[in-house]
């Protein structure tokens, strides 16, 4: 009997890659110049960048519109300004949300000595020329360990603050929640997705260090039902269609602790 959950592998080497020296990034959808028709975005999600900034060196000053732009901090420090007087330094477990909207400038540096990795996604709003807003949320290894923190969310969805800074989840402009775990080895954890979820991503974050060669480090199983199961590494990242299937199983099969970044998506 055929699945009602389909997963598609998206492998690291086959990500979008980039080593500038001062920059070194990966792209899980196209980014900048590049091309590519068969991954140009899924859902609302439209970029996931794993970027590594060196030290004193990063973005420098530049525009945005409409995209809700989420930086999502793994280590190092990120100084983040804006054209909305924000200036702040972002540190391990923090998030920062921007909802670009009718149109902000930012810049975003490494703060301090050393270098800063981070992922930076953008989703695309159900609703056009909002309001620019700006949001930070910090979640601690703790509230991850094992378990799904519920970092992003939609606004108005249960639980989600509007406020600039809170301990619940950021509110994003987008159908789109996302979920962080770090997941200690032979540990298997759940997730039921939501009645209205038509689809899915999960991503493996490269935290053993930058490697643009066939993944390694911390490796995950993710099943669902009808026996279909597929083995992720870090940088890896799997498509996940829904049809009756909602729940998911994520399995650290390794010999090292996992971070795990999971969408959820309508």
């Given at each position: 009997?055929?699945?009602?959950?389909?997963?598609?592998?998206?492998?690291?080497?086959?990500?979008?890659?980039?080593?500038?020296g001062?920059?070194?990034?990966?792209?899980?959808?196209?980014?900048?110049?590049?091309?590519?028709?068969?991954?140009?975005?899924?859902?609302?999600?439209?970029?996931i960048?794993?970027?590594?900034?060196?030290?004193?060196?990063?973005?420098?000053?530049?525009?945005?519109?409409?995209f809700?732009?989420?930086?999502?901090?793994?280590?190092?420090?990120?100084q983040?300004?804006?054209?909305?007087?924000?200036?702040?330094?972002l540190?391990?477990?923090?998030?920062?949300?921007?909802?670009?909207?009718?149109?902000?400038?930012?810049?975003?540096?490494?703060?301090?000595?050393?270098?800063?990795?981070?992922?930076?996604?953008?989703?695309?709003?159900?609703?056009?020329?909002?309001?620019?807003?700006?949001?930070?949320?910090?979640?601690?290894?703790?509230?991850?360990?094992?378990?799904?923190?519920?970092?992003?969310?939609?606004?108005?969805?249960?639980g989600v603050?509007?406020?600039?800074?809170?301990?619940?989840?950021?509110?994003?402009?987008?159908?789109?929640?996302?979920?962080?775990?770090?997941?200690?080895?032979?540990?298997?954890?759940?997730?039921?997705?939501?009645?209205?979820?038509?689809?899915?991503?999960?991503?493996?974050?490269?935290?053993?260090?930058?490697?643009?060669?066939?993944?390694?480090?911390?490796?995950?199983?993710?099943?669902?039902?009808?026996?279909?199961?597929?083995?992720?590494?870090?940088?890896?990242?799997?498509?996940?269609?829904?049809?009756?299937?909602?729940?998911?199983?994520?399995?650290?099969?390794?010999?090292g602790?996992?971070?795990?970044?999971?969408?959820?998506?309508d």
């Amino acid at each position: 009997m055929a699945s009602d959950m389909q997963l598609a592998l998206r492998p690291s080497t086959e990500r979008g890659h980039a080593d500038l020296g001062w920059l070194k990034t990966f792209h899980t959808f196209p980014f900048g110049e590049q091309q590519d028709s068969n991954h140009s975005s899924f859902g609302s999600l439209r970029v996931i960048n794993e970027d590594r900034v060196a030290p004193r060196t990063g973005f420098g000053t530049h525009s945005h519109r409409e995209f809700e732009i989420f930086s999502y901090i793994i280590s190092g420090e990120l100084q983040h300004n804006d054209s909305m007087d924000n200036t702040e330094v972002l540190k391990r477990g923090d998030i920062q949300l921007t909802s670009a909207g009718t149109g902000i400038s930012h810049s975003e540096k490494a703060h301090g000595s050393d270098q800063v990795h981070f992922m930076q996604i953008w989703s695309v709003p159900t609703v056009s020329r909002l309001a620019p807003t700006y949001f930070t949320r910090h979640f601690t290894d703790t509230e991850k360990k094992d378990q799904w923190a519920r970092v992003v969310a939609p606004i108005g969805a249960p639980g989600v603050s509007s406020k600039r800074e809170d301990a619940r989840p950021a509110p994003v402009q987008s159908p789109l929640t996302l979920y962080a775990t770090i997941l200690l080895p032979a540990t298997a954890l759940p997730h039921r997705f939501s009645a209205g979820a038509t689809k899915g991503y999960i991503h493996v974050v490269q935290t053993s260090g930058y490697n643009a060669g066939a993944s390694k480090g911390a490796r995950i199983r993710v099943g669902g039902g009808g026996g279909v199961a597929l083995e992720l590494k870090e940088g890896d990242g799997a498509y996940i269609t829904l049809q009756s299937q909602k729940d998911l199983r994520v399995e650290n099969v390794g010999e090292g602790v996992s971070e795990v970044l999971l969408f959820e998506l309508d």
